[in-house]
């Protein structure tokens, strides 16, 4: 199984906004449940997005609904993050992750999820 590489992070201000990257050789990548989870130091691994196929079929986080926006690229084997807004609590390491083909939901539970990326860093100073 190919590996997920995610790209976008970095240092920023509040206000701003940042686009996430997940991208992967596999080919079944399209058809797959996809999520963003984010860590912060000291807090456990918390939902963020995720998509099942289209962004019609979307499911956001409480703390990040109406700034955030998952997408996918079929092309480019590519599912995205857009942060808008972005606040210091969303600061934290990002992390993209393949759950199972043809999942009837999107699940906010780590657990579901077989394939993980190494994470990139969002810092987002007040």
């Known amino acids: 199984q190919a590996q997920l590489v995610e790209s976008g992070g970095g240092l920023v201000q509040a206000g701003d906004s940042l686009r996430l990257s997940c991208t992967t050789s596999?080919?079944?990548?399209?058809?797959?449940?996809v999520g963003w989870f984010r860590q912060a130091p000291g807090k456990e691994r918390e939902f963020v997005a995720g998509i099942i196929y289209t962004a019609a079929n979307a499911k956001y986080a409480e703390a990040v609904k109406g700034r955030f926006t998952i997408s996918r690229d079929f092309a480019k084997n590519t599912v995205y993050l857009e942060m808008n807004s972005l606040k210091p609590e969303d600061t934290g390491v990002y992390y993209c992750?393949?759950?199972?083909?043809?999942?009837?939901?999107?699940?906010?539970?780590?657990?579901?999820?077989?394939?993980w990326g190494q994470g990139t860093q969002v810092t987002v100073s007040s």
């Open positions: 992750a393949a759950g199972p083909q043809g999942a009837p939901e999107i699940s906010p539970y780590s657990g579901r999820y077989n394939y």
């Open positions: 596999a080919r079944s990548f399209n058809e797959r449940l």
